[in-house]
Every structure is written in structure tokens, then in C-alpha cells.
């Protein structure tokens, strides 16, 4: 398998890290949830890098992008500097979990430089009072503590041994949190987000303020990701059920908003929360079908119901 190049991309005070799988055909970016990173989507770029040309986002402060998070508005505009800066011309954007909110923040502001979109079990459908409970415990000091207890993210050391330790620490308490299931290379991710700096330190990305400055994103700002900006996208976006995900509570919110909005299609794929690691060619083999034709509706499936389908077909 050929290994991705980085790109690295000028933002802020510093760089944003962009792993290029390569492929040709119409771009497609992925975004990760806040706290992973780029390599989350190494199993799912091969094979679409056969019909695609294929890029995966560090988020500011994530991965190895040594720009940080300097105001909430970060976690998107730093998208649309890649798509800008690397000129990649009408772009699938993808987004995971919390990647799903990046995504409708992004489509909203610029929608001239995207085809569409594919919110992938993060749901889109939430209310503004709902979404700022999100954000407020996003911000929290109590979160972020959690943060770096739980999953080691801030911690600092220098040498190999101590790094190893620590991957050591974390891919153990994690490996049996129900909020990381379906994740077999955690190490593999975790060992990839150690940014070692000039004098020979390193720090495990991401710190928790650059995570906490996401949540700090105004609720009485025309870009705070609600299902009230639903009427307002101009190009089609992709809900992306997942049958044992951790928002299945909003798939009966999301169906409706589907069958209300001509904007929005709805699949739904049988499996838990994490398809990048469980269901990659299927993953990859769906977005191939979106980015392919954006606008489609069953008959990328020949499914009768339209915005209402399984994938794959039975």
C-alpha cells in the first residue's frame, strides 16, 4: 500500500497537517472527530483514493498540525484554507462525529467550494439549546481534566521510552472505553498525534483548550451548527445514520428533517460508531457513490425511497 505524503498548509500561527492519499476524480476531504486525528481515515482512503482524489485534515492543534485552535471558528475556517490553499476545486467534505458539525459550519460560510456534504454519525439534527449544552460542557475545566486523565491528551515528555509509556497507558484505559469501540489501531492513531517540537520534546495533540475552544463557539452566531441552518445549505448533505452510533437518539429528528428538507438525503449503515475501523470498504465504497454524483438520490442504490436507504442494497 502506497503511504500518504503530508502536505502541510499555512494557517495561524502555524501549520496544518494534510495526509494526500492521492487517486483521481473529485476531492473528497475527511474530517475527524475532535480528539483523533488524520490516520482515523487510513483504511477507508486506499480504497477510495480508486475513484477519488483523497485527502485527510489534522484539525488545528490535532495530529500533527502545529496551528492551534485560537478561536472557535478555527475548527472550520481551517478547512476552507485547505480547500482554497490546495486548490482542490469542488470538494466532498466528510466529517465524523463532531467532524459532521465542521462539515454544515463549512458548507454554510462557503458552499461555493464544495459539491456536498456527509455528516457521518454526528448528528446535525440537534437544537440550539441542545447544541449549547454540548458546547458548554465542551468547555468546561471539569471536561477538559477528563480529558487528559482519560485519554492522556496535553501530556508532555521527552524521549522515545517516555512516549512509548504513555502510548502504553493510554491504548490500555482506552481499549475498554465505550466511547472508543470499534478501534483496533488506536495505537497506530495515538502514536501519529506525539508532535515532537525543536528541542527534541513532544507533546500527545490534542492539548484539551484546543478541543475546549470549540466549545466556546457563540450560540447567537449565524454558523452555530443547528438544525436551524438546514434551510440555508445550497448543496446537498449526506446524513449518515449508524445503527449502534452515539447518536441514534436524533434518528427519528433526522428522518423527518430528511423527508422535510429537498437539500438533505439519509442512509443508514448496520454498524457502531466508528466505520472507518469496522466497515471501511463499505464506508469508502459509499462516499465513492456521493462524490461521484452529489446530487443523486436512489438512483445511486436504485432504492424506491430515496432519502431513506440502506447501504448496500439488499
Known amino acids: 500500500m502506497t503511504q500518504p505524503r503530508t502536505l502541510n498548509v499555512s494557517y495561524g500561527d502555524g501549520v496544518l497537517a494534510v495526509r494526500d492519499h492521492g487517486g483521481d476524480g473529485p476531492a473528497v476531504l475527511l474530517v475527524h472527530a475532535l480528539g483523533m486525528c488524520s490516520v482515523n481515515w487510513d483504511r477507508v482512503a486506499p480504497p477510495l483514493a480508486a475513484t477519488c482524489r483523497v485527502l485527510a485534515l489534522d484539525l488545528p492543534g490535532h495530529g500533527q498540525s502545529s496551528a492551534r485552535m485560537r478561536t472557535p471558528y478555527d475548527v472550520f475556517e481551517s478547512v476552507l484554507s485547505v480547500v482554497r490553499a490546495l486548490d482542490l476545486g469542488p470538494t466532498l467534505l466528510v466529517g465524523h462525529d463532531h467532524g459532521s458539525l465542521v462539515v454544515t459550519e463549512a458548507l454554510t460560510v462557503a458552499p461555493e467550494v464544495f459539491c456536498g456534504g456527509v455528516a457521518i454519525g454526528g448528528s446535525i439534527a440537534r437544537t440550539r439549546e441542545e447544541m449549547a449544552v454540548v458546547c458548554e460542557v465542551g468547555a468546561s475545566e471539569f471536561f477538559q481534566e477528563a480529558m487528559r486523565t482519560r485519554f492522556g491528551f496535553g501530556a508532555r515528555g521527552t524521549g522515545r521510552a ?10 490500555a484505559r482506552s481499549s475498554a472505553d465505550w466511547l472508543l469501540q470499534d478501534i483496533d489501531l488506536l495505537w497506530h492513531e ?14 500527545h495533540q490534542p492539548d484539551p483548550a484546543d478541543v475546549a475552544m470549540v466549545g466556546r463557539f457563540p450560540s447567537d452566531s449565524p454558523y452555530f451548527p443547528t438544525l436551524e441552518r438546514i434551510p440555508g445549505f445550497r448543496v446537498p448533505v449526506w446524513i449518515v445514520q449508524l445503527s449502534r452510533g452515539q447518536d441514534v437518539q436524533y434518528a427519528a429528528r433526522e428522518e423527518q428533517l430528511a423527508a422535510e ?17 469496522s466497515n471501511p470498504r463499505q464506508l469508502a465504497q459509499m462516499l465513492a457513490a456521493i462524490a461521484a454524483n452529489p446530487q443523486a438520490r436512489e ?7 430515496g432519502r431513506l436507504a440502506e447501504f448496500p442494497p439488499r
Open 162 to 171: 517516555a512516549a512509548e509509556q504513555l502510548l502504553s497507558q493510554v491504548v
Open 190 to 203: 495515538r502514536e501519529y498525534s506525539l508532535r515532537y517540537l525543536d528541542d527534541g520534546s513532544w507533546i
Open 299 to 305: 438512483d445511486i442504490w436504485d432504492d424506491p425511497l
Open 261 to 277: 428538507h429537498d437539500i438533505l438525503r439519509l442512509i443508514r449503515m448496520d454498524c457502531g460508531h466508528w466505520p472507518q475501523y
